[in-house]
């Protein structure tokens, strides 16, 4: 059995009257039972790539194969091997949570529609009430969307993507609008999914916080994949481990460093910020220090300021040409 959930190779899109591609000729793999963060800036090409992977847009060129399904000639099959949850909620508010999901499993013809809950068949009952359950949903399952929170909106589009059983699930922004609460309990239940089912996640989002758990980042700009790694490799590509030292005598701590050939940062707080390679480094630094130090702590920068300082070196690099 292969052992990648999605392959990409050498992918393009070009939108008619189009210039340049808007995906141009990008190539990935993601492992079953991965999560992947696919990252970039509006336009990059993310959600033209996504719907591509989710059968919904047209490729000019390149192969791609989901879960061994190839993409040119196996949509269908592709189609009841992904769930897929939007940016913009897809949800008829005038239905029922219940209704809402018994037409999106009719659809994908894992249950024949039937007009009412109770006709519909054991297997799909214990299924819905199980992820309903999940997701803690069980109190307003057969009322109508419009009553919902757009936390609530939210684990119930999760319930709709995961009741065919996915192998695959897209994520296109999926915590767009929540507050920060809704955030962190939706991501409590997808990463519960995730853990139970074996479930590949591939996401897209601008939320980078939610990126630094995953097993590999991909980023894109322009069309192309800048890098690709995970969270710990582009961290420590694209940035530096920091030392940031406390001291009441501040001008002999200064004095003390530069005598050292020890390069610094004057910080806002008062503080000063030593670029190190690792944590080893900072410790050899406060260790042969002779100045007393009020305080002292290493800092290794997010994910967010990697990839915001990836891009902006990219944007200057446009710049200059």
Known sequence: MDSKSIRVNNLVKKYKKADKNSVDGISFDVEQGSFVAFLGPNGAGKTTTISILTTSLNQTSGDVIINGFDLLTQEKEIRKEIGIIFQEPSLDKELTCEENIRVHAGIYGIYNFRPFYKLMPKAYKENVEELAKLVDLSAVLHKPVKTLSGG?????EVIRSLVHNPKILFLDEPTTGLDPISRRNIWEYLNLIRNQKGTTIFLTT???????????VIIINKGKILLEGTPKKIKHRLTNDFLVLESKDKLKLENELTNKGIKYKKLESGGLEIDVKNAGEGQEIVKNLKTPLSEFKMVQPTLEEAYIGLLDRENKKDAAI
């Open 152 to 156: 609530m909106k939210r684990k119930l």
């Open 206 to 216: 601008h939320y980078l916080d939610e990126a630094e758990g995953c097993d590999k």
